[in-house]
């Protein structure tokens, strides 16, 4: 059975940092990556990774503030962020799937995803 679970949203104020966590269980070899999305706006592809750490892509709107790695020994996604905006204030979203289409996580079939943590950045 497969499942993908975040953690590590919360409240932060802007110029901070927060580091998001995500599980992939029954997964292996997959590319894994970030989505967000904002109330009213469509999703946005944030970072992928491919599945060995070799190669990782980044959005031009996060590229420079966001890092994205894995822990394949742990089945483990993070992604660190640092000096958060509070346009970056969005639910955030975890990804498996086959390969990286840019800085989105892309499938043949569908990707997994996680359940989504928040991410507050105030002024």
């Known amino acids: 059975q497969v499942q993908v679970v975040e953690s590590g949203g919360g409240l932060v104020q802007a110029g901070g940092s927060l580091r998001l966590s995500c599980t992939a269980s029954?997964?292996?070899?997959?590319?894994m990556g970030w989505f967000r999305q904002a109330p009213g706006k469509e999703r946005e592809g944030l970072s992928c990774?491919?599945?060995?750490?070799?190669?990782?892509f980044y959005a031009d709107s996060v590229k420079g503030r966001f890092t994205i790695s894995r822990d394949n020994a742990k089945n483990t996604l993070y992604l660190q962020m640092n000096n958060l905006k509070p346009e970056d204030t969005a639910m955030y979203y975890c990804?498996?799937?086959?390969?990286?289409?840019?800085?989105?996580?892309?499938?043949?079939?569908?990707?997994?995803w996680g359940q989504g943590a928040q991410v507050t950045v105030s002024s």
């Open positions: 029954g997964l292996r070899w997959v590319a």
């Open positions: 990774i491919t599945w060995n750490g070799g190669s990782s």
């Open positions: 990804a498996a799937g086959d390969y990286c289409s840019g800085s989105s996580c892309a499938s043949r079939g569908s990707n997994y």
